[in-house]
């Protein structure tokens, strides 16, 4: 897949405070990535960097393989985003503000401002003052201000504070879209850990302004391994662990008071299940335990779940 944000050896301090400390990674096109880190770690600067509204102090950033420094104008017109909550005239209506917007950028006409709108959903709306908008309809319509003029690197920092979780649902699946389907790149900043395990392809985790790991979701959480932990729930735990332990004793790895755990790859379980059912062990469940993106986040940083 193409790179369409590349960042090699990035710094920046603040003073003699060193905020970002030679970070590297990649963005590719088609892709919604994720970027996590604990309060103060240095996210939202790197961020303000990518977007133009901090200077870089050493490395490079490059949009659609032109470098912001010296090429900044041809890098920027492939870049759109949002930082925190859209900039909107209040008393005029969702198009009046597109049709302003629209003129900064060349090329952008009312076809255009039209299919930006059907994209995230605000097509019937369009003609409605911004004053009389939910908080959802206004990220929606910010979000098409910033997708105006097709950028190729879409940045959206903290795009669910406020939104409900429907309109949390609704912006998950327009970023998945314009991802999956018009291949965009999408970089998207939250604290909301669940949400971003749900819309994120792969993650970044910054910690102290160093880039801790950058790996896709599914390898995080573990849904991408052969094996995985499997609990077996029983009120017969005495008589299921006599039969599992000369067969399966290895792969053990807890025993409670209603259930046991077995690290097991997919298709080993219904070899367990069977076994265990004639023997006569009733079985009144069995669920695969996957790690959460949380759990990997913890692991990664040593805690500190305080986002910015």
Do not use: W
Not at 72 to 98: C, F, H, R, S
Not at 123 to 151: D, T
Not at 156 to 177: V, Y
């Amino acid at each position: 897949m193409e790179s369409v944000l590349k960042i090699e050896r990035l710094s920046k301090s603040f003073g003699r405070k060193k905020i970002i400390d030679d970070i590297s990674f990649e963005v590719r096109a088609g892709e919604v990535f994720g970027f996590l880190g604990p309060n103060g770690a240095g996210k939202t600067t790197t961020l303000k960097m990518v977007m133009g509204f901090l200077s870089v102090d050493s490395g490079t950033i490059s949009i659609a393989g032109k470098r912001i420094d010296e090429d900044y104008e041809l890098a920027m017109e492939q870049l759109g985003g949002i930082v925190e909550n859209p900039e909107l005239y209040q008393d005029l209506t969702g198009k009046t503000n597109l049709e302003m917007y629209a003129r900064l950028h060349k090329g952008v006409d009312k076809a255009r401002i039209q299919e930006a709108a059907a994209l995230v959903g605000m097509q019937g709306r369009m003609n409605e003052k911004v004053k009389k908008y939910s908080l959802g309809m206004k990220q929606r319509i910010g979000l098409a201000q910033a997708l105006l003029h097709k950028p190729r690197l879409l940045i959206l920092d903290e795009p669910t504070n406020g939104l409900d979780p429907a309109g949390i649902r609704e912006l998950r699946d327009i970023l998945k879209r314009l991802a999956h389907e018009e291949n965009t790149a999408v970089v998207v900043s939250s604290h909301l850990l669940s949400e971003m395990q749900l819309m994120c392809d792969r993650v970044a985790i910054i910690h102290q302004g160093r880039l801790l790991d950058v790996k896709p979701v599914s390898e995080l959480t573990g849904l991408s391994q052969p094996a995985a932990t499997y609990r077996f729930i029983t009120s017969q735990i005495d008589e299921a662990t006599k039969i599992l332990e000369p067969v399966y004793g290895e792969q053990i790895k807890n025993i409670a008071q209603d259930n046991i755990e077995l690290l097991l790859e997919t298709d080993k379980v219904p070899a367990v299940i069977r076994l265990l059912a004639m023997q006569g062990i009733n079985l009144y469940g069995v669920n695969r335990q996957d790690s959460s993106l949380e759990d990997a986040f913890l692991q990664v940083t040593g805690g500190g779940l305080n986002i910015e």
